[in-house]
Structure formats: C-alpha cells, structure tokens
C-alpha cells in the first residue's frame, strides 16, 4: 500500500512539476516571438561548427580558464549525473533497482560519485569566486547564489540516498562507491542499524528531497538568469553567419515604414531577443567594455538584462500571461501586477492608451547616456560566453534615435553635416584632400585615377590620412613603401568621399547606405579591382559591408600587404631602429577581421625593434575610444578611454607605442600628451617605422 501511495503521490509531483517549468519555458518562448521574423541564413555546417566550437568545446567560456573549467565540469558533469539520476528516480519506486549494466554497474558507481564530488568542488570555488574573493563583475546577494545553493543540495541529496540505501539493503561498504559508504558508515556509527526501519525511512527523505529540488530546479531555472541552460545552446545555433559586427541593413525603399531602427523592444528580431534571455550575468562583458572601465554608465550586461526584464514586463501585459510560475506565492509578478496589466490590455483593446505602454524602451528602460558611450569596439561579444550580441542592438536604438526622432549629440550632428557637405566629419573643403602630398616633397608620385594610365591598386586615402596631420605622415609612408615595392597605384583624389562608417556607427543608415552606393559607383566607373586603405574602419566597411550593396573588389589593410612584401623581400628593412614598441590593436582590425599578427610581423622584421605586449592585446585589447563614431564626441563621464588605454601601454615601458589605424595612433598620441609622455615614448604606424627601416 504505502508503495503505491508513494506511484501516485510521485507521478503527481512530477506532473506539477513539469507543467510548471513547461508553464515558464513557453512565456518566454510567447515573449521572444512578439519580435520580428529574423532572415537566417541556412548553413547546416556552418551551425554545427558553431555548437561543436562553443556549447560542446566551450571556445568562449574557456577564455577565461579558472571560471570556464569550472563551468565545463558542472556542464559534463550534470549530463553524466543525469544517467545516475534515472537510476536514483527508479530506485525510489523499485527497491534496489540498478541500471542493466552488468559487471560494469560498479565502475558506472564510481564515475558517478566522483562526478558528484567533482560537481560540488565546482560548487565551492564557484561560492569561493563571488562571496570571497569578490571578483568585481559577479553579482552578489542570495538571488545570485540561490542556484549554488540549489545544485550543491542536489548533489547532497543523490549521496546521503546512496548511503542510506546501502544502509537498508545491508550493502558492504565499496571502494567503487567511496564517498556514499563513508557516510554510511557515519551514519551507522551514530546509531542508524543496517537494515533497519530508520534507514529505509530516511533513504525515502532524501529521495523526495531530491525529486522535489530537482523538479524545483527545473521551474527555477527558466525564471532566473540560469534560462541561459535552455536558451544559450539555441542562441548559439540562430548566431548570424554574417562577418564580425556586420550590421544589418534599412529597406529605404519600402514605402510602409515609417518608423527607422529600434524604438521599441518587439522591433528587434526574435534572434535578438534571445539574446536577452540567454545572457548568463556573468558580468565579462561589462569587465572587458572601455565605457564602464573609465566611468560611463554603460555596462553591456546591465544593458542585456534591463531590455530582458522590460520584455518579460511587457510580454506579460501584451499576452495577459503571467511570466512565472501560476498560482505560486514564488513569483516576481504579483498577482496584482498581472490583473492590472491584463485590465492595460483590455483598455488598448478598446482604443484607450494603457499607463504600462508609457513605459519607453529608450528613455525609461535604456537611457541615450548608455546607448552614446558604446565605442563600438566588440569587446564585449568577443568575451561573451553565450554569443551574445551588443552592439547592434545598441546601433539599432541610435538608428531610432537619429532617423526617426532626430536626437543626438550635437557633436555627432556636426560630424553627419560635415560629412554631407564636404565628404569628412571637419568640413575641411573637399579640395584640400591632396595638400598631403605636398608633404613629399615631389621626390613621390601619387597618381589620381584619372592621370593613371594603369594601377593595381586603389589606395583609400580617408579622410584622416587626407586632412588630419598626424595621419598624413601615415600616408605619405605607406606612398614611399609602394614606391619601393614597384606596386602601381592610384588615388581618387578629389573625387574621394567618406567610407560611411561613421554615419552608419552613429546610427544615420540613410547616409551611410547614400555614400556605398556613390563609392561603389566610382569604384566601377574606374574599373577598380583592389582596394587598399591604412584606415581599419574603412578596410573593415569595404569588406564586410559594401558587397551587400554590389561592391565586387579585394580589400587590404595596409599592413596586410605590407607584411607580404616584407616576406616576399619587395621591402627589405635593413636599417637598424632601436625601439622597444608594445602594439596596439585596432578594434575594426582584430575583433572585426582577425588581423593581429600581420603588424607584429611587420615589426619583428625590423633590426633593432623589441616587441613587448599589453597585459590587454591581441582579441583581449583594450579600445582606444575612437569607434562607434566617438572620434567626433567629448567624453562628459569618468575618465578618457585614451588615457586609459594610454597607462595600460606605458606599465611596459615602452619608448614608442605602434598602431595601425589613423584613430588610434590619434587617440593615443593625445593620451601619451596627457600623460606628459611625449618626450620619452612616440607614436608610430607600423609603416612610418618600417619606412625608417628601409
């Protein structure tokens, strides 16, 4: 009898307990398809490669070794335990029952209890990490650990039924079930018979102990910030295959829109909203990201949870469904809550403009503050172990800002205006684009397309490398070394605008999506087959986004082909230059497009040069605070990220700190300036020291 109350009263609990989490898992799934249909590209391997990579292998997680090992042996170890939990549930409804593994049970015993111990060392140092050492970008308090808690009870749970089972069914103690026949035997010291009424009754305790956390668990989960389990391996999978940071583009010509980028949360794509339900808190973006390093209200992370509890919040109202668990005290809704949304959606149904609608996403969710301080730079992505993606979103609200209310910076509108006018953010006059030559003195020809009876390569000078004198030299370098290497090349000259990255990182997509198709007009008006630019952000602009629009060239970065003839001995560095230089990374020229090691190459090359790296270089570098159209906008909060960046250099002093982009040689030659530096440490391109060299 009491083992058929014990059926019953199990399936019941099970039941509950599923359609609770089930309850849970299909709010959130409502909520994420108030979004937009996404356009995704189907590439079967490509999908594989990316779940093999990063939710099998862990690529991202393990970046940062001490947590990601610890995340790899609670992962591994739960879907190992899972087999041992099945045998466990049964074990419950069928005395003594063991999985049909024959001989080979014991060693199954064994790897589940070291399992089991190996999960709850993960546990301690998981505990240790952020309530002991602290680390900065971990939350703290009961609701961040309620899952340590959660997990280490599970494990708990699984030996103490294992020991009292061994105590009921008299079992010996067993070297392949060490760590349940020491408790037994603890437990059989303080009293507790072999075989007795006492060890059975407690087994069943800690049996149901277990199957209540465990189900508890399961209804938990997709309620916290541990939904990530369910969504992160989904995130993954949807992940864009377009290149690093590419974003995507406006239909101007559909005529139905009135409304440009993203004012409100169901105007992302669903993708984009799983995004905010697969973050795991884990705080690396926000610890990586130069605005919240130097003082700026942005934090990544905060951004990803805000826009996820407004989408709930909303959710909840627009589909009258309460997003946690029903007729459950356990919630963060109240009852209350949700009949006063239900009543908001009733009132809207009637014409009316319910109070919870207020509620702006930019404004009242996220504030401009946030979405003007993102350099763009990625480093949150790339150290995002879920595959998360913050910057378009973030460039999605500015295009809402910019197009559609016509809000930004006064700076910004200044650069945009300039950029219309004259073809550069200063407003400088379009023909004083070729007064850098002068710098050459006539010993160099710099042919414009027109005067050029061949070329091979279209050099992109930008507008930096045109107007800002810093950046000439940069230019004029590279022009010598061309000339060195019998490279044939030509310039536009005059005809040259702006790539439109700036416009399009300011979130003015009309005019970005204006200056590609005039460029690449010009492009093929001139039959240009190869582009070369010392400017990242144009390299990366040309080569990940103009083919969208009908751009059919090879795009280089100067040190690309720099560093190929180098090898190639076109360029033949032998004059010594005794420098030790530490480089730093562009961000559209790493995490954009992988390129870290053809400039270092360009260095090692040279006779005389010491290389030393930042604590923060290669994927892990730190911004200069250029991007994202920052260039043209004073920093108001915290410190600068250039002089940021500018310490982290000079901690390894160095006597010259190299780039290879025009922003950051500019950002990090005021940075040294302010440092009071500039005498003792320069800043260089890699081809003005390569130049020397030869």
Not at 52 to 66: E, M, P, Y
Not at 115 to 144: D, M, N, P, Q, W
Not at 225 to 241: D, E, G, Y
Not at 481 to 510: C, P, Q, W, Y
Request: charged letters at 20%; a negative charge; glycine letters at 8%.
């Amino acid at each position: 009898m009491l083992a058929l109350i014990n059926l019953i009263a199990f399936f019941l609990v099970l039941a509950y307990g599923l359609y609770l989490a089930g309850h849970v898992v299909y709010s959130r799934y409502l909520f994420i398809k108030l979004g937009k249909k996404p356009d995704v590209k189907d590439d079967f391997g490509a999908r594989i490669n990316l779940m093999l990579d990063n939710v099998i292998f862990h690529k991202k997680l393990l970046k940062d070794k001490k947590s990601g090992v610890m995340h790899v042996v609670m992962f591994y170890g739960f879907i190992i335990l899972q087999f041992g939990a099945i045998e466990l549930i049964i074990k419950g409804l069928s005395k003594g029952f063991e999985l049909p593994f024959g001989s080979a049970h014991k060693y199954f015993s064994l790897m589940q209890e070291i399992t089991t111990f190996l999960i709850l060392a993960a546990v301690g140092y998981a505990f240790y990490r952020r309530y002991i050492e602290k680390l900065k970008r971990l939350k703290r308090g009961f609701k961040s650990g309620i899952v340590l808690l959660l997990i280490s009870s599970l494990m708990a749970t699984v030996l103490l039924s294992l020991a009292f089972e061994q105590l009921w069914l008299g079992h010996e103690a067993s070297g392949f079930a060490p760590i349940s026949s020491l408790l037994a035997g603890l437990f059989a010291a303080i009293g507790v018979s072999v075989g007795g009424t006492a060890a059975a009754a407690l087994f069943y305790i800690f049996w149901w102990l277990h199957l209540i956390i465990l189900l508890g668990f399961a209804v938990y989960v997709p309620q916290s910030k541990h939904a990530h389990l369910l969504f992160a391996p989904v995130n993954v999978w949807f992940k864009k295959l377009d290149p690093p940071g590419k974003l995507s583009s406006i239909d101007f010509e559909d005529e139905t829109q009135e409304v440009f980028g993203v004012g409100k949360i169901e105007d992302f794509t669903q993708t984009q909203l799983i995004d905010l339900y697969a973050c795991v808190e884990c705080g690396r973006c926000t610890n990586m990201c130069p605005a919240s390093g130097t003082g700026k209200m942005l934090s990544p992370m905060d951004l990803i949870t805000k826009m996820r509890d407004h989408l709930t919040e909303k959710g909840a109202a627009v589909t009258s469904r309460t997003p946690w668990m029903p007729s459950f005290a356990f919630s963060q809704t109240s009852a209350n809550q949700i009949a006063v949304q239900s009543s908001q959606v009733a009132a809207a149904a009637e014409g009316a403009t319910p109070d919870f609608y207020d509620k702006n996403l930019i404004g009242d969710v996220i504030t401009e503050q946030e979405l003007w301080a993102c350099t763009t730079c990625r480093n949150c992505e790339d150290q995002c172990p879920v595959m998360n993606e913050h910057v378009d979103k973030i460039i999605d609200m500015r295009r809402y800002l910019v197009m559609t209310e016509g809000s930004m910076p006064a700076e910004a509108q200044r650069a945009l205006n300039n950029i219309e006018r004259q073809g550069n953010p200063w407003g400088i006059n379009r023909k004083d684009r070729l007064k850098w030559i002068e710098g050459l003195n006539g010993e160099y020809e710099v042919p414009t397309v027109k005067q050029a009876e061949e070329f091979e390569y279209l050099f992109w000078v930008g507008a930096m490398g045109s107007f800002d004198l810093r950046s000439q030299k940069i230019s004029q370098a590279f022009v010598k070394l061309m000339h060195e290497a019998g490279v044939k090349f030509a310039i536009l000259g005059t005809e040259e605008k702006n790539s439109g990255d700036t416009a399009r990182r300011i979130g003015n997509e009309f005019l970005f999506q204006q200056l590609a198709q005039e460029n690449i007009a010009l492009f093929e008006a001139y039959e240009v087959k190869k582009i070369v630019t010392c400017d990242p952000h144009a390299y990366n602009t040309f080569k990940n986004e103009y083919p969208e629009f009908g751009l059919q060239a090879e795009v280089y970065h100067h040190s690309e082909l720099l560093a190929q003839w180098v090898k190639e001995g076109r360029l033949k560095p032998t004059k010594e230059v005794k420098e030790r230089i530490t480089y730093h990374d562009s961000c559209y020229l790493g995490r954009y497009n992988e390129i870290y090691d053809k400039p270092r190459v360009i260095l090692e090359a040279i006779p005389g040069v010491e290389v030393v790296e930042m604590k923060r270089s290669g994927c892990d570098s730190m911004c200069c605070g250029a991007g994202g159209g920052l260039m043209w906008m004073e920093e108001h909060e915290g410190t600068r990220v250039n002089v940021a960046r500018t310490e982290q250099a000079l901690e390894v002093n160095p006597t010259a700190i190299a780039s290879a982009c025009p922003y950051c040689l500019t950002m990090m030659n005021d940075g040294v300036k302010m440092k009071e530096q500039e005498e003792q440490v320069k800043t260089r391109d890699v081809a003005e020291i390569l130049a020397d060299a030869i």
